[in-house]
C-alpha cells in the first residue's frame, strides 16, 4: 500500500526536477539577449546560446524551426542560421528531435512590445533598437511521450500571461521579463 501511494509521487518529484533544465537554459537565453542593445539576426547562438549535452528539452525561437541544431549523433551539427537546439536524441533515444509548443491560452504584453508585435508565438519582432523576444522550451519530462510537452516561456517583456495547463480559470498571472513561465506542466497535464 504504500508503495502504491510513494512509487507516483518519486515519478513526479523526478519530473519536476527535470523541469529545472528549461528554467536554468531560458533564463541564459534571456541574460544573452538582453545584453545586445540592436535587434540581432534570428539564430538562437547569437547571444552565446549553447544547452549542454544531454537536453531532454528543444529551445526555439521559431515555430516551425528553420533549421535545428543536430543532437543525433556524437558529434553536434551546427549551422549558422540555427533557430531551434534539438533534444539530445544522441542520449535520450526515442525522443522526437523538437517537441510542439503548447500556446498559452493567452498573453498580453506591455505597450513596448506589443507595439513591435510580441504574440504567444517564439522569435525576435521589432527592429532596430526596439525589439523583444520571445523563446521556448519544450520536453518530455513525465517519459510519457504520448501526452503533450512540457512547455515554458521566456520573453524580454513584462506580461500578463494565462497558462494552458493546469488551468487558472482564465485568470492571467504576472509574469516579468526574464522569468521563465511553464505554459503547459507536463508532470500534471496529461
Known sequence: MLAAIAIPNFLRFQARARQSEANANLKTLFTGFRTLSKRPNPEIRVPGFNPERGNRYSYLMNDPCTTVEDRTTINLKQNPN????????FKFTGFPTTFPIVA???????????????????GLKGSGESWDFLGFATGDVDNTLGDTADTWLVSSSDGDVTPACPSTGGVAIHVAAGEPFNVNNDVNCD
Open 104 to 122: 498559452p491560452a493567452s498573453a498580453n504584453w506591455n505597450a513596448k512590445a506589443t507595439a513591435n508585435g510580441l504574440t504567444t508565438t517564439p
Open 82 to 89: 540555427d533557430d531551434c537546439v534539438a533534444v539530445d536524441t
